[in-house]
């Protein structure tokens, strides 16, 4: 019984598709079962590339955990399977990592077991070898899709017709999206930045999906199959599965139609294979009729980006929150170690290096309250809108049905804008928060730049404080370590003020019922988030935290600064204390001895006003 259920399993794969049931019966004999829990590890970077995988049932995620951020790439399914190269490569270190993200049911396959199997049957191991090869093939050429005509990168088993509005288009049988996402992806090769760079985007657009499916079906739109489907469809897209099927450039004309469209062929045959029919057998589940019942692009594709942005802005949020305990840290660390404060880049008055860092943290802590009063207004949505906000082609109480279902599916508190037709036009949520995400930007360049400064010498330079040595700093200077992380944070400042730019045009560009412009506003804003959650992690991780003090510096700047004079006006007044402060500077003397040498304080009463201890609080 065990046997059959594995060659059924087998049946499905890719990798075995077309091998006779005896050959699957010989490897079914070497397979062994494993159940894996969710969360549970099915291998680690480290490990060794000794084994294949087949995916009886579950999800499986596959992620690179080796940089300062963990980074999902892709998830696997039923019926696939991981670790091919198994077969055509010696062991080596995987690299990558992977790990259930639901109860899984996994046929392994041992390196071992499977070569002596297929040592014995040529025509088996040169199947599977070819198949391998058309894979690796295939996804080596989709990591680079700037091809004039994409539908020559595919090598797969074949081609499925497709039609639409300008005719007939040859699609690989392989792929899950369908003409318009390939016409799409033929016409807008601009940036090289899809859809996959933003797994977010894709969750909330398979949010809006599901919730708009949920609502038709509640109307009597859909049948109970095909919501199944549909909904079942966007679970597993949310749950990370075939993003590399989302290729469309995020800057593109048509308003996002192209995105619109690439999410509504996916999810049709995605649905239509969980239906039990063939990729492209739009009659059973049509992207446009089924995926996109009651739907315009200018109300999915809006409020997709809205969903996206909040679960975007919560990860972003978090990463501010990592940073700021990293400030923190420093601020107790450094509580008791005396500077002198600057204005103007003049000595003003004494601090301590602590506070900095606690000012650092503080600075960084208002840009929470800020972020997250932005974010508020991406819960307002124009759902039912559909073209310009008249709701044509929508029954009337799908608007209302569907912002049920969409907080139900997000877990937020989605309300429905009370004028459709100006929420359809209106982008000012996304000027707002790139506003938002431009002041967290200046913030961040600002700390780096006094991070810089403090550092800087370390001979003939402030060096108060030690950044860690990340790297050689020339390729000509011996022994030099530039400031090179918080350098690359200014930069990304930089990129980030720029992006908001970009928003503030494209949202002043709008026409009308619609702004055309959304896809640049959105690519930018995400590009901005991003870069500031990588660029925070690399802040603290590879700079704060290893920051030391240079006490001794930053005590004897203090005693040698005329800015401890203005402890003194309160004693002896401004004009006196102006006198001292300028006698000291033209001869090179201290403000303590010449006040003893005028005889203007006692010595016991002159130490107790200028206590370093007593002149910060």
């Given at each position: 019984?065990?046997?059959?259920?594995?060659?059924?399993?087998?049946?499905c794969a890719e990798l075995f598709q077309g091998a006779a049931d005896s050959d699957l019966a010989m490897l079914a004999e070497h397979a062994?079962?494993?159940?894996?829990?969710?969360?549970?590890?099915?291998?680690?970077?480290?490990?060794?590339?000794?084994?294949?995988?087949?995916?009886?049932?579950?999800?499986?995620?596959?992620?690179?955990?080796?940089?300062?951020?963990?980074?999902?790439?892709?998830?696997?399914?039923?019926?696939?399977?991981?670790?091919?190269?198994?077969?055509?490569?010696?062991?080596?270190?995987?690299?990558?990592?992977?790990?259930?993200?639901?109860?899984?049911?996994?046929?392994?396959?041992?390196?071992?077991?499977?070569?002596?199997?297929?040592?014995?049957?040529?025509?088996?191991?040169?199947?599977?070898?070819?198949?391998?090869?058309?894979?690796?093939?295939?996804?080596?050429?989709?990591?680079?899709?700037?091809?004039?005509?994409?539908?020559?990168?595919?090598?797969?088993?074949?081609?499925?017709?497709?039609?639409?509005?300008?005719?007939?288009?040859?699609?690989?049988?392989?792929?899950?999206?369908?003409?318009?996402?390939?016409?799409?992806?033929?016409?807008?090769?601009?940036?090289?930045?899809?859809?996959?760079?933003?797994?977010?985007?894709?969750?909330?657009?398979?949010?809006?999906?599901?919730?708009?499916?949920?609502?038709?079906?509640?109307?009597?739109?859909?049948?109970?199959?095909?919501?199944?489907?549909?909904?079942?469809?966007?679970?597993?897209?949310?749950?990370?599965?075939?993003?590399?099927?989302?290729?469309?450039?995020?800057?593109?004309?048509?308003?996002?139609?192209?995105?619109?469209?690439?999410?509504?062929?996916?999810?049709?045959?995605?649905?239509?294979?969980?239906?039990?029919?063939?990729?492209?057998?739009?009659?059973?589940?049509?992207?446009?009729?089924?995926?996109?019942?009651?739907?315009?692009?200018?109300?999915?594709?809006?409020?997709?980006?809205?969903?996206?942005?909040?679960?975007?802005?919560?990860?972003?949020?978090?990463?501010?929150?990592?940073?700021?305990?990293?400030?923190?840290?420093?601020?107790?660390?450094?509580?008791?170690?005396?500077?002198?404060?600057?204005?103007?880049?003049?000595?003003?008055?004494?601090?301590?290096?602590?506070?900095?860092?606690?000012?650092?943290?503080?600075?960084?802590?208002?840009?929470?309250?800020?972020?997250?009063?932005?974010?508020?207004?991406?819960?307002?949505?124009?759902?039912?809108?559909?073209?310009?906000?008249?709701?044509?082609?929508?029954?009337?109480?799908?608007?209302?049905?569907?912002?049920?279902?969409?907080?139900?599916?997000?877990?937020?508190?989605?309300?429905?804008?009370?004028?459709?037709?100006?929420?359809?036009?209106?982008?000012?949520?996304?000027?707002?928060?790139?506003?938002?995400?431009?002041?967290?930007?200046?913030?961040?360049?600002?700390?780096?730049?006094?991070?810089?400064?403090?550092?800087?010498?370390?001979?003939?330079?402030?060096?108060?404080?030690?950044?860690?040595?990340?790297?050689?700093?020339?390729?000509?200077?011996?022994?030099?370590?530039?400031?090179?992380?918080?350098?690359?944070?200014?930069?990304?400042?930089?990129?980030?003020?720029?992006?908001?730019?970009?928003?503030?045009?494209?949202?002043?560009?709008?026409?009308?019922?619609?702004?055309?412009?959304?896809?640049?506003?959105?690519?930018?804003?995400?590009?901005?988030?991003?870069?500031?959650?990588?660029?925070?992690?690399?802040?603290?991780?590879?700079?704060?935290?290893?920051?030391?003090?240079?006490?001794?510096?930053?005590?004897?700047?203090?005693?040698?600064?005329?800015?401890?004079?203005?402890?003194?006006?309160?004693?002896?007044?401004?004009?006196?204390?102006?006198?001292?402060?300028?006698?000291?500077?033209?001869?090179?003397?201290?403000?303590?001895?010449?006040?003893?040498?005028?005889?203007?304080?006692?010595?016991?009463?002159?130490?107790?006003?200028?206590?370093?201890?007593?002149?910060?609080?």
């Amino acid at each position: 019984m065990e046997n059959k259920s594995i060659i059924d399993c087998l049946k499905c794969a890719e990798l075995f598709q077309g091998a006779a049931d005896s050959d699957l019966a010989m490897l079914a004999e070497h397979a062994t079962k494993q159940i894996l829990r969710e969360n549970d590890i099915l291998f680690n970077g480290d490990d060794l590339s000794n084994t294949l995988y087949v995916i009886e049932s579950g999800s499986i995620q596959l992620f690179d955990g080796r940089g300062n951020q963990e980074q999902s790439l892709t998830v696997f399914s039923d019926h696939e399977f991981i670790g091919e190269t198994v077969l055509i490569a010696p062991p080596h270190k995987l690299g990558l990592s992977a790990r259930a993200l639901t109860e899984a049911h996994i046929f392994v396959f041992e390196r071992e077991d499977l070569l002596t199997a297929l040592s014995g049957n040529g025509s088996l191991a040169l199947q599977i070898t070819s198949t391998i090869s058309q894979i690796i093939i295939r996804r080596m050429q989709h990591a680079s899709n700037r091809y004039e005509n994409i539908s020559t990168m595919y090598q797969a088993r074949g081609q499925r017709q497709e039609h639409d509005l300008l005719g007939h288009k040859s699609v690989p049988d392989t792929a899950y999206y369908g003409i318009q996402t390939l016409r799409a992806l033929e016409n807008f090769d601009i940036s090289g930045i899809t859809l996959n760079f933003y797994p977010d985007f894709i969750c909330g657009l398979a949010k809006v999906k599901k919730a708009a499916a949920l609502a038709n079906h509640d109307l009597g739109n859909l049948s109970d199959d095909i919501k199944n489907a549909i909904c079942q469809a966007c679970d597993e897209i949310v749950l990370g599965s075939l993003h590399n099927h989302f290729i469309v450039d995020m800057i593109q004309g048509g308003a996002g139609t192209s995105t619109n469209m690439n999410i509504n062929e996916v999810v049709a045959n995605r649905a239509l294979e969980i239906m039990g029919k063939a990729l492209g057998d739009y009659q059973y589940c049509h992207p446009n009729n089924h995926v996109n019942c009651s739907q315009s692009t200018n109300d999915a594709y809006p409020t997709a980006i809205k969903i996206a942005l909040m679960d975007a802005n919560d990860k972003l949020l978090s990463e501010i929150g990592t940073l700021i305990d990293c400030f923190n840290a420093k601020a107790k660390e450094f509580h008791t170690v005396l500077k002198m404060g600057r204005t103007q880049l003049q000595d003003a008055v004494p601090m301590t290096l602590g506070q900095s860092f606690k000012a650092f943290a503080s600075s960084l802590k208002n840009e929470i309250a800020r972020l997250k009063n932005s974010s508020k207004q991406f819960l307002e949505v124009n759902m039912g809108g559909t073209a310009i906000g008249t709701g044509l082609n929508a029954d009337p109480k799908y608007r209302e049905r569907v912002v049920v279902h969409l907080g139900t599916v997000t877990h937020r508190e989605i309300f429905l804008a009370d004028d459709l037709i100006e929420a359809t036009h209106d982008t000012g949520a996304l000027v707002m928060y790139s506003s938002a995400l431009k002041q967290l930007a200046v913030k961040l360049s600002k700390i780096c730049n006094d991070l810089r400064l403090l550092s800087s010498g370390p001979r003939a330079g402030l060096n108060e404080i030690n950044l860690p040595p990340m790297q050689p700093g020339s390729s000509i200077m011996p022994g030099k370590v530039n400031p090179v992380i918080p350098e690359v944070v200014n930069q990304i400042a930089f990129k980030v003020i720029g992006n908001d730019l970009t928003v503030t045009l494209a949202a002043e560009a709008g026409q009308l019922e619609l702004n055309v412009m959304e896809p640049v506003m959105v690519e930018s804003v995400f590009e901005s988030i991003e870069i500031l959650k990588s660029g925070m992690s690399t802040l603290g991780k590879r700079c704060i935290m290893g920051i030391s003090a240079n006490k001794r510096v930053c005590e004897d700047n203090v005693k040698n600064s005329i800015g401890i004079v203005t402890a003194l006006n309160p004693h002896l007044g401004y004009e006196m204390c102006t006198a001292l402060a300028k006698e000291a500077l033209e001869n090179n003397r201290s403000v303590y001895d010449l006040v003893l040498e005028k005889q203007l304080m006692s010595k016991a009463k002159l130490e107790e006003v200028l206590s370093p201890d007593n002149m910060v609080y």
